[in-house]
Structures are given as structure tokens and as C-alpha cells.
């Protein structure tokens, strides 16, 4: 056998070696909008001494999530139909170390909420309208490779859980104010990041492969 030959049959072994795996970390919570955010705190990715590559970030999160919306009108009477709203509440994990990612995680909508709006007077808002969605939510998300870096390291890295919302008012014809605002939002679930990797062979161990198998093919020549 050749040192080609026999170099060529080290690093198909070598390559034979590889195999993917995953690690799995869970983080479940219970927020509303009037309480801090919760923490989180996740292990980073070991690359065992360069053995291990990194080859997928994902974060999912499964849960139900709710969102309340209020309206009101300080002016007259406004029925259901003259005037509509429009709202999403999103979940997002935002990590304040480590990779500094800031990933939306899913959410909901809620379009055409309307309904009767009581007359306001002397300054005071009238009767309000106030509508209530609840949704199960479960999503995957594959976090972009840019990031990978920022997940390696043997400690841990930390961030919070919240959500955002937004919302887009269809005011009456008559151009009226209607004031609307979330007056509640929850969530309650699981978020999980899951890394996925390949073991690939020691550089030194490699190197004392290709070496032997150079060695090899001197002796049979």
C-alpha cells in the first residue's frame, strides 16, 4: 500500500468517527406584564477542547399566552363596528450575555376587536370595551449561525423572558379619540434551547493517525 493510499484510509476513519448529538436545556416560567421579567440562565456550549462542533442553536417555547385590550372613548358614544383594533403580543427571549440575542419566539394577533364604548363626560372615559384572547403557542425557532460563537464557554449565560405589543387603532369616521391600551399580558410556558453538534476527532490525536499511517506505508515499501 502506498502513503497515499494508506493517508487516504486514515481520514476516512477519521470521518467515520463523527456522529451528531444534542443537549437540551429547559427553562419554564409564569409572567404577566405588571411583574418583572423572569430570569433565565443557560449553559454554554463546551467544545471539549475543540472535539465538538457546534452546528445548530434552536429555541422553542411552549405554552398558552394570554392578551387583554382595553378601549375607551372620552367623547360620545361609539357602537361595535365603528371603530376596530387590531393587536399582537409576541414572545421574545432577550439574552443579556453570552451571544446578545434577541429572538422572537412567536406570538398572537387579535384583528376586528370592536365593540359598544360608553359616552365619556366631565373628563371621565366612558363604559370601556374589553376583549380577552388566550392561544396555545408552539414554535421552533433556528437561531442564525452568526450567533454560535456567543453560545460557547463552559459557564453560564443569562437573559429575560418577556413579550411586546402592538397595536394599530381604525378610529371612527367622525375622527374621535379612542384611547386603547394592553391591560393584561401572560405567559405561560416552557423555553427551550437545544444546541446540536458533531464530535470530530483530537487535532493531536488526528495528527498521530496520519502519522502512523504514514509509517505504515514506508514499512511495506
Known sequence: MNRIAAFSLILAAAAGTSHADIIEQTFSYRWTGNEPPPEFAFQGFDSMGGTRELTSVRLGFEGTIQMEMTAQTYGEALAAGEWSLEASHTVVAFFTDGPGLFEGLGGQWMADVTGDLG???????????????TQDLSSVVEVDSSYYAGFHGNGLFHGIMGGFYDAVLTPPDNGQFVEFFPSFLSQDGTVTLTYEYVTVPAPAGLAGMVAAGLAMGRRRR
Not at 119 to 133: C, H, I, K, N, R
Open 119 to 133: 359616552a365619556g363626560s366631565d373628563g371621565e372615559p366612558g363604559t370601556p370595551y374589553v376583549f380577552l384572547q
